[in-house]
């Protein structure tokens, strides 16, 4: 099994930053992808930003210029750098990661996620 946990989330005034983290544990043999979603009340979940093991990165239209992605392999470990932020990037923020594990199988996991509110 692999486990997902965030952090970093919280209450901030627009125009702000937080910085949420993600680490991965488990019996983890590789990680491939590693993304962050997020689903805003009444809204479905959606793709914020995703990260590749060799560092491709993919953002979300939203989060162009504002959000950065990274990872740390060898932590297994990813960030997400959130600056100048909108009232309406509030939601609950949620870790992703697939890959394969020490048995041989493929896995794909969720974190529990973490609030990010944001004030005007």
């Known amino acids: 099994q692999v486990q997902l946990v965030e952090s970093g989330g919280g209450l901030v005034q627009a125009g702000g930053s937080l910085r949420l983290s993600c680490v991965a544990s488990?019996?983890?043999?590789?990680?491939?992808?590693m993304a962050w979603y997020r689903r805003a009340p009444g809204k479905q979940r959606e793709l914020v930003a995703s990260i590749t093991g060799g560092g491709r990165t993919n953002y979300a239209d939203s989060a162009k210029g504002r959000f950065t992605i990274s990872r740390d392999n060898a932590k297994k470990m990813m960030s997400l750098q959130m600056n100048s932020l909108k009232p309406e990037d509030t939601a609950v923020y949620y870790c992703?990661?697939?890959?394969?594990?020490?048995?041989?199988?493929?896995?794909?996991?969720w974190g529990q996620g973490t609030q990010v509110t944001v004030s005007s």
């Open positions: 992703y990661a697939d890959g394969w594990t020490t048995d041989s199988e493929s896995y794909f996991s």
């Open positions: 488990g019996s983890i043999f590789t990680i491939n992808r």
